[in-house]
């Protein structure tokens, strides 16, 4: 009989302690909720933060050098897309490119140094 009872308990079958099993889900429920304030955080803030090209342009800025970041995992596809992103976002408020800077690390792309300037021409 005992060797049976052990048997269970190690299988996880059944518990020998309540207050293991109470400790358990106390927190798993903690651990949830803490991930689920996390990505509420994150998305709220991603959610009404302005574009580096709209606080230029409220600023009155004339011209403006932003870092576009580079992940390791995005350099050949997700550049390209952010670059574009940027240079459009910036167009958008009449800013015009003046030059791209590659910034390196031990030999890896991290990102680029974009710089704009305000387009006179449209004014």
Do not use: C, P, W
Not at 82 to 105: C, P, W
Request: avoid cysteine; aromatic fraction near 12%.
């Amino acid at each position: 009989m005992m060797i049976k009872k052990r048997l269970l308990y190690a299988s996880g079958l059944i518990k020998y302690n309540n207050k293991r099993l109470i400790q358990g889900i106390f927190m798993y429920k903690f651990i949830l909720s803490t991930l689920m304030v996390l990505m509420i955080i994150s998305y709220s803030s991603t959610a009404t933060a302005t574009s580096d090209a709209e606080k230029a342009a409220k600023s009155g800025l004339e011209a403006v050098t932003v870092f576009i970041d580079i992940s390791r995992f995005s350099r050949k596809n997700g550049a390209a897309e952010k670059m574009t992103e940027s240079h459009q976002d910036f167009a958008r408020f009449g800013y015009i490119l003046v030059a791209v800077n590659v910034y390196t690390e031990n030999g890896d792309l991290e990102g680029f140094f974009v710089s704009y300037r305000k387009d006179k021409t449209q004014e």
